[in-house]
């Protein structure tokens, strides 16, 4: 398709908190109001309330047409 609309694809936007007390990394979906450096989310691991959002970051859905298999 050489000068047809390509259907865009949006990217699942993520956000990595890590854990100050134990060193935990947790990767959730992005909420509204995340900062690199802001206040996480409660660490899963150790239940402390000290984490920081250290990375925000968007992946694209895996491509349909490479995983699907050739007849």
Same mark, same amino acid.
């Given at each position: 398709?050489?000068?047809?609309k390509k259907k865009e694809i949006k990217p699942e936007i $993520?956000?990595?908190?890590?854990c100050q007390s134990c060193g935990e990394n947790t990767k959730?979906?992005?909420e509204e109001g995340d900062y690199v450096y802001g206040?996480?989310?409660? /660490?899963?691991? /150790?239940s402390s309330s000290n984490t920081l959002v250290t990375a925000? $970051?968007?992946? $694209?859905?895996?491509?349909d047409k490479s995983s699907s298999?050739?007849?």
């Open positions: 398709m050489l000068f047809g $993520y956000s990595e908190d890590t959730r979906q992005f206040t996480g989310l409660q /660490c899963k691991k /150790c925000i $970051y968007g992946e $694209y859905p895996p491509d298999t050739r007849a």
